[in-house]
T-cell receptor, first 113, second 115 residues
Framework: AQSVSQHNHHVILSEAASLELGCNYS??????LFWYVQYPGQHLQLLLK??????LVKGIKGFEAEFIKSKFSFNLRKPSVQWSDTAEYFC???????????FGAGTRLTVKP | NAGVMQNPRHLVRRRGQEARLRCSPM?????VYWYRQLPEEGLKFMVY????????ESGMPKERFSAEFPKEGPSILRIQQVVRGDSAAYFC?????????????FGPGTRLTVT
């Protein structure tokens, strides 16, 4: 079945640690890829997106993600996290065959001060 | 340019009552999507609408749930005879074109609590 997988459900890091959140998808063909962040009690905000071109995408707040087509992956990275990065992070995919955006289950990130 | 607006932000209903959730897309956007987020889960697609048309309702429960996007006014997600399992956050998103060609912009959500 077509799906988006986020393998880490809850990640706990100390400030200044490096972050990598995994995202794998199982759709064939051309895909568009997104990472959203949801701070507690707030709506989803777009961190970054990949449509085409350079597979290394830079987003807001120092986040970046790399699209590796051969691995069907779009992992999110940040070299040094801050306490304010505590939030839930969602990977999402759209394809030309679907009308909707498909989300992973999310990864909750807790950054300890 | 105002973002996607949703109201109410919080809605409490007793079992058996009706819930009406409203979504005003961003200016210039004619594509609206509704998603449901259950606790500890990601967003699940419910329905995709364009003005006066339901394009895809494959994620919508067969009973009690309906959606519309009239020519004038906001999109409405209606849940009749709510049950406790309907308690969730409901997010609306809009885009200027079909989702495959563009990103979606999300509203703040409506948190429905059924008591």
């Amino acid at each position: 079945a077509q799906s988006v997988s986020q393998h880490n459900h809850h990640v706990i890091l100390s400030e200044a640690a490096s972050l990598e959140l995994g995202c794998n998808y199982s759709y064939g063909g051309t895909v568009n890829l997104f990472w959203y962040v949801q701070y507690p009690g707030q709506h989803l905000q777009l961190l970054l997106k990949y449509f085409s071109g350079d597979p290394l995408v830079k987003g807001i707040k120092g986040f970046e993600a790399e699209f590796i087509k051969s691995k069907f992956s779009f992992n999110l990275r940040k070299p040094s996290v801050q306490w304010s990065d505590t939030a839930e992070y969602f990977c999402a995919v759209t394809t030309y065959n679907n009308n909707d955006m498909r989300f992973g289950a999310g990864t909750r990130l807790t950054v300890k001060p | 340019n105002a973002g996607v607006m949703q109201n109410p932000r919080h809605l409490v209903r007793r079992r058996g009552q009706e819930a009406r959730l409203r979504c005003s897309p961003m200016k210039g956007h004619s594509h609206v999507y509704w998603y449901r987020q259950l606790p500890e889960e990601g967003l699940k697609f419910m329905v995709y609408l364009q003005k006066e048309n339901i394009i895809d309702e494959s994620g919508m429960p067969k009973e009690r749930f309906s959606a519309e996007f009239p020519k004038e006014g906001p999109s409405i997600l209606r849940i009749q005879q709510v049950v406790r399992g309907d308690s969730a956050a409901y997010f609306c998103a809009s885009s200027p074109s079909r989702v495959a060609a563009d990103e979606q912009y999300f509203g703040p959500g409506t948190r429905l609590t059924v008591t």
